[in-house]
């Protein structure tokens, strides 16, 4: 962690790993692939939460970080299998016919993808993307220390 990873480069048709992580004010996320069981990043991604969105659950915060991967990174949604590791039972949640509107039009934005939920091991990238969670201010006034 003394150094950035430089973000690289993968193959066509390759499964892709995306790690997400929130925080009171921020969604974070890191888009990596395993060649050879080394874990190596293509996209890192931070959202401010703003207004409503602030007050939305965790699991709402965790697919709405989802949402807006897919939509900001769709070409890499479309051409791979994206796993994202999770520890929240994003897919079940997703998938609950009593859920909310909102869920509901995520989880059909999504079901365009072929995206694999599973458990959430610890591994560089989720360190990464917890990583950026933690620097992110809990206010605007709040600054980053020096």
């Not at 796993?83 to 994003?90: E, G, I, S, Y």
């Not at 897919?91 to 509901?104: F, N, W, Y």
Request: aromatic share 10%.
């Amino acid at each position: 962690m003394s150094k950035a990873p430089l973000l690289s480069t993968f193959l066509l048709g390759e499964s892709l790993v995306l790690y997400l992580s929130i925080s009171a004010t921020a969604l974070n996320s890191v888009l990596i692939h395993k060649p050879n069981s080394i874990e190596l990043p293509i996209y890192y991604t931070s959202h401010a939460l703003q207004d409503t969105k602030l007050q939305y659950p965790q699991l709402e915060k965790l697919a709405y970080a989802l949402v807006l991967l897919a939509c900001k990174l769709w070409p890499y949604f479309q051409a791979h299998i994206v796993a994202v590791l999770t520890n929240q039972p994003l897919r079940q949640v997703l998938q609950k016919p009593d859920t909310s509107g909102g869920l509901i039009k995520w989880a059909i934005e999504l079901g365009e993808f072929n995206i694999h939920y599973h458990p959430r091991p610890a591994e560089k990238g989720q360190a990464v993307a917890n990583f950026i969670s933690k620097l992110t201010p809990l206010s605007k006034e709040q600054t980053y220390p020096k």
